[in-house]
């Protein structure tokens, strides 16, 4: 598998990323006043984000294409962006690769 100029030698476990990806965020979360502070980044939406990453990875094993559109749409899905949807909204998801169909849901 490549990706750009990188080859991947080994599938690490999908729970394994998922929970790189938690700490991450954590670790942005206490590094980053402006985020900690408004109190939207919670432990519980970080755990969320992480679910939503898991089900969006195990749904197109193999198709990194695939694979990439999904977690940025399993992303935009669990911040609820597309509750509101305005015209900023719909062209990030676009830019990210994701479509939206005519009942305002990413596919």
Do not use: W
């Not at 939406?45 to 749409?73: C, P, R, W």
């Amino acid at each position: 598998m490549y990706y750009n100029d990188t080859t991947i030698n080994k599938l690490e476990c999908i729970g394994h990323i998922q929970k790189r990806v938690g700490t991450r965020i954590r670790k942005l979360k206490n590094e980053t006043p402006s985020v900690r502070d408004k109190g939207k980044l919670t432990d519980k939406f970080i755990d969320k984000l992480q679910n939503y990453y898991e089900i969006a990875i195990h749904s197109v094993v193999g198709n990194l294409k695939n694979m990439q559109t999904t977690v940025i749409s399993a992303f935009y899905h669990c911040c609820s962006v597309l509750d509101n949807l305005s015209m900023d909204n719909v062209q990030r998801v676009k830019r990210a690769g994701a479509n939206i169909n005519d009942s305002g849901n990413v596919t």
